[in-house]
């Protein structure tokens, strides 16, 4: 019974205006540069600095390690033209929550907005937030290992600064944001142009059997998938802008295939960079691969490289909330959560409540978890709903033949990309079953959830208002205006 309410002003005019205020202030026209820039700004975040190891670990060997770092570059590229063929044909803002919604309707949209909620977003703060931690102590505790109730005080702090930064000023948030995508440029700079110098002068002795097959296992593959694409995730953020590109059938295409190829032979290079360094053993017992990296090469001049990426994950923090408050933002008011979400603070203009909302479960994930299973346990959720998505792109195909699409991907891409999802997300079940199984269970909480939140929404309404009003009082905060 949700389409009798009169929303229905979500689908008409309404949403073309509504997209100009919440975009990352660019404007009306997002040329080919800008938009790399987007993708690789959002891209490149805690993952080169964390994955690697995730990767070495389960591929078995140096040369299995950076094929799975190209493989997981080209399934990215193709995921992300898969949205961007999405992003072209349904021009709202919400990303993959309105194109569920879109393909398989409110439950399911329901469902994936729900485990967004309070699991995948929670967890994937806190991994960044575990790297932040990790790398903003090391200097200050070199040569020796942080004590990890340490890591997780400077992490809680670094979490709570974030979400206080996001509810003060915008305006800050975005300079902030601009300071940190060129830190986390340099310190991939500082380490791939020292490591192809060791290179060039015939540091190889760590690639001379790369392709060992003894530790390679067949189960440990989709783990190690899953440690890549989290380092290139981030690809889907062009389509919160696809209606501010100018001529969007061809700008929107060429920045997705530049900025993978870029990031593609950053990451590569980053890695081979690592290598001569590193043999992989050392890389498997390093804590934060890029120190050991940065100790080794430069001696005293190594404690920048840890504040780098320390910068870097900060930046990747500040931007996942500030991408979040839009989504929740665009879902209360399609009337699947609170209304309370959508509001905004009277005097600071930040979507206060929408912020605030993932602090307890980051925190409590935080402190619950270890950084690893937290990782798998995140990237199952996320790619099964990434998945879903893309299965919706070919549902659509058939379903509604007709919808103008002005880019148009080869039917194989979102074939070859649905697969590979689902076939990592069903080996997943097979090689880590204790985490898959939470987070299937976590998924299916979100279906009496739906049903509660509709109880509430049609029945008492005097109830609904009174809860309302008393958290607008206590946030101070109002709708926005349309």
Known sequence: GRSSRPRSNYAGGKLQEDNDDG??????????????????????????????????????????????????????????????ELGTCIKKSGGHYTYIMEAFGPQMAFIRLWVDLIAIRPAGMAVIALAFGQYILEPLFMPCNIPPIAVKLATGIGITSVMYLNSMSVTWTARIQIFLTFSKLLAIGIIIVPGLYQLFKGETKNFENAFEMSNVKLSGMPLAFYSGMYAYAGWFYLNFVTEEVDNPERTVPLAICISMAIVTSCFVLTNVAYYTVMSAEELLTSEAVAVTFAEKLMGKFSIVVPVFVALSCYGSMNGCLFALSRMFYVASREGQLPEVLSMIHIHRHTPLPAVLILYPMTMLQLFVGDLYSLLNFMSFLRWLFIGVVVLGLIY??????????????????????????????????????????????????????????????????????ALGKTLQILLMVVPAEQ
């Open 23 to 84: 975009k990352v202030g660019l404007g009306k026209k997002v040329t080919l540069l800008r938009g790399i820039s987007i993708i690789i700004g959002t891209i490149i975040g805690a993952g080169i600095f964390i994955s690697p190891k995730g990767i070495l670990k389960h591929s078995g060997s140096v040369g299995m390690s950076l094929i799975v770092w190209i493989a997981c570059g080209v399934l990215s590229l193709f995921g992300a033209l898969s949205y961007a």
């Open 396 to 465: 659509l195909r058939y379903t509604k033949p007709d919808l103008p699409r002005p880019f148009k991907v080869p039917l194989f891409i979102p074939v070859v990309f649905c697969l590979t999802c689902f076939f990592m997300v069903f080996l997943s079940l097979y090689s880590d079953p204790v985490n898959t199984g939470i987070g299937f269970a976590i998924s299916l909480t979100g279906i009496p959830a739906y049903y509660i939140f509709f109880y509430f929404s049609h029945r008492p309404k005097w109830l609904q208002r």
